[in-house]
């Protein structure tokens, strides 16, 4: 059963146990944030009735904007993760993906008639447009301001306030298609923010469509993407102007919200993801002012636009690197209306040192992204991302290699994967290494490199959040080649055996296990 919006969903953590209702009057200003921080860090050593993560907070009581509510932490633990894509375990959505990718070419009509559950499941993954909806209760043409919401400023060296958890929604000039990305948002005043859209994302694709198609040739076209390289580089020379229509959700259902930070492939909506994890379709409306379709729940909607000629400063901002990213150019967002639900929940979260909600949001995308890395990289077996690497900066994999030189393949196949290009550190074990037990791969990977020959380096894009790149956006990356190495890899050496011990002693050792165990004072 989806949730139907922001609302079902606090209702449904309400009934989990999940949520806790904060009355003391809170600032927005860092002190939403602190106590988020706090409570997101708690774990089973503070808690033991707790998970990791802490309780989803919805505070009631808002310095300064009284009747206001802001949802944090919403996505903040494993069984929340679990709870907001209505799966017991993550591995069922991977599950579910692989049935769909495992559709044989019918053989006869039996096999036709068996597809027709899976046709009818995917017809709900398709958006509806409906006439009007929640979004739509307050509608604000003019006299609207952005500070009229709780909007967060969670660190101190901040450069201000930030929209944390938006749903940013743009077009594809050239197919019409849409996408929803989730790009932070700085307060500049009533009327504008920035827009963090990173140069590799979907939406910075849009804006550079649009410029390409403001020069004649492709020449022209080469050559303003050379000086117009965005975010960090001031463009030379004239730029082409014109505007680009965004629209902006925030507080919709988890499905949705969740779908906005899925790494998907540019040309597939959000908005079927989002369909899919929750089995039944978004339901769109019209903007008032821009050519856009927004979820018609959402709690507030910002409508606007960029203008293409038009950066602006944006940052510092405390981010989920544990450092502040350091401020650059990015575009302008100039509203032009906002529409919202009475007493709109102004969805949020705080990104600092892990672990923090998005951590759990990462380890779920790890999930479900496998059986999707294993259609390019057949031979992966198992991914893990630990949580302080940050998501681009460390990637460990088991591979099943049967050919010299594979782990080298699998990392230029991650290295080429969508955003799997940012990770600056690939560690390619063999498969009885369990990449989940960071233990048994610190064993394993440091016992069986010699760093020299075992290391590759690449030079590639980097994310945007690196700070230690040479350039923005642009270095260097590692893969460490962890699997056992073969002769006709050039290994001429013996290859130890992995101790363990033969059966015999073992058996009669657990017989008179009870015995030995109280004469070893652990019994
Ligand atoms: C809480 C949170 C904040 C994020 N902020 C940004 C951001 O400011 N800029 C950005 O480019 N990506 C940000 N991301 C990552 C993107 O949402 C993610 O890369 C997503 O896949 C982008 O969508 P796209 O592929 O449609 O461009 C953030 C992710 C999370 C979970
Ligand atoms: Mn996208």
């Known amino acids: 059963m989806a949730y139907d919006d922001l609302r079902d969903w606090i209702a449904a953590l309400d009934r989990a146990g999940e949520l806790k209702r904060i009355t003391t009057e809170v600032d927005p200003i860092l002190e939403v944030a602190e106590i988020t921080d706090r409570v997101s860090k708690m774990g089973p050593a503070q808690s033991p009735a707790q998970q990791p993560g802490g309780p989803a907070l919805l505070f009631q009581n808002l310095k300064g904007y009284p009747g206001l509510q802001i949802l944090m932490n919403q996505f903040g633990s494993p069984r929340r993760m679990k709870l907001a894509l209505e799966v017991d375990a993550l591995d069922e959505v991977s599950s579910r993906i692989r049935s769909f990718m495992d559709v044989k070419s019918p053989q006869g009509i039996l096999d036709k008639v068996k597809m027709l559950p899976m046709l009818a499941e995917m017809g709900k993954f398709f958006p509806k447009t409906v006439s009007s909806g929640p979004c739509k209760q307050v509608i604000k043409r003019d006299n609207f301001?952005?500070?009229?919401?709780?909007?967060?400023?969670?660190?101190?060296?901040?450069?201000?306030?930030?929209?944390?958890?938006?749903?940013?929604?743009?077009?594809?000039?050239?197919?019409?298609?849409?996408?929803?990305?989730?790009?932070?948002?700085?307060?500049?005043?009533?009327?504008?923010?920035?827009?963090?859209?990173?140069?590799?994302?979907?939406?910075?694709?849009?804006?550079?469509?649009?410029?390409?198609?403001?020069?004649?040739?492709?020449?022209?076209?080469?050559?303003?993407?050379?000086?117009?390289?965005?975010?960090?580089?001031?463009?030379?020379?004239?730029?082409?102007?014109?505007?680009?229509?965004?629209?902006?959700?925030?507080?919709?259902?988890?499905?949705?919200?969740?779908?906005?930070?899925?790494?998907?492939?540019?040309?597939?909506?959000?908005?079927?993801?989002?369909?899919?994890?929750?089995?039944?379709p978004v339901e769109l409306v019209k903007c008032e002012t821009v050519d856009l379709e927004v979820p018609a729940i959402s709690e507030i909607v910002l409508e606007g636009y960029v203008q293409l000629d038009e950066l602006r400063r944006e940052g510092p901002f405390g981010d989920h690197t544990g450092f502040y990213s350091l401020d650059d150019l990015y575009p302008v967002f100039h509203v032009t209306c906002i529409t919202h639900r009475k007493d709109p929940i102004y969805a949020a979260t705080v990104v600092g040192k892990p672990p923090q909600e998005d951590a759990y949001m990462g380890k779920a995308v790890e999930r479900i992204f496998l059986p999707l890395m294993k259609l390019t990289i057949p031979e992966l077996v198992d991914v893990n991302l630990p949580i302080e690497g940050v998501f681009h900066n460390l990637m460990i994999v088991s591979i099943r290699k049967s050919y010299?030189?594979?782990?080298?393949?699998?990392?230029?196949?991650?290295?080429?994967?969508?955003?799997?290009?940012?990770?600056?550190?690939?560690?390619?074990?063999?498969?009885?290494?369990?990449?989940?037990?960071?233990?048994?791969?610190?064993?394993?990977?440091?016992?069986?490199?010699?760093?020299?020959?075992?290391?590759?380096?690449?030079?590639?894009?980097?994310?945007?959040?690196?700070?230690?790149?040479?350039?923005?956006?642009?270095?260097?990356?590692?893969?460490?080649?962890?699997?056992?190495?073969?002769?006709?890899?050039?290994?001429?050496?013996?290859?130890?055996?992995?101790?363990?011990?033969?059966?015999?002693?073992?058996?009669?050792?657990?017989?008179?296990?009870?015995?030995?165990?109280?004469?070893?004072?652990?019994?």
């Open 404 to 523: 010299p030189g594979q782990a080298r393949k699998v990392m230029n196949a991650i290295w080429s994967l969508g955003q799997a290009m940012f990770t600056k550190c690939i560690v390619v074990v063999d498969e009885d290494v369990n990449v989940q037990d960071l233990a048994d791969v610190t064993l394993k990977v440091f016992n069986n490199i010699d760093p020299e020959r075992d290391i590759q380096y690449t030079m590639g894009p980097v994310d945007s959040l690196d700070h230690a790149s040479r350039l923005p956006n642009y270095g260097s990356k590692m893969g460490i080649d962890a699997t056992r190495k073969w002769s006709s890899e050039g290994f001429a050496r013996p290859w130890p055996d992995e101790i363990t011990m033969d059966a015999t002693p073992p058996a009669r050792v657990d017989g008179t296990w009870k015995q030995l165990a109280k004469e070893v004072g652990i019994g």
């Open 145 to 280: 301001s952005l500070l009229d919401f709780p909007i967060l400023q969670c660190w101190p060296k901040d450069g201000g306030r930030f929209v944390t958890l938006p749903c940013v929604i743009t077009r594809d000039p050239k197919t019409g298609k849409r996408n929803v990305g989730m790009y932070r948002m700085q307060v500049y005043d009533a009327t504008s923010t920035g827009m963090h859209w990173q140069r590799q994302k979907v939406a910075a694709e849009h804006v550079r469509d649009h410029l390409r198609s403001s020069v004649e040739g492709k020449s022209a076209a080469v050559d303003l993407m050379a000086r117009t390289s965005g975010g960090s580089q001031i463009p030379e020379g004239a730029m082409p102007t014109g505007r680009m229509e965004v629209a902006v959700a925030i507080g919709t259902d988890p499905a949705l919200t969740f779908s906005a930070i899925v790494p998907a492939p540019p040309d597939i909506e959000e908005f079927i993801i989002a369909g899919f994890l929750r089995q039944k």
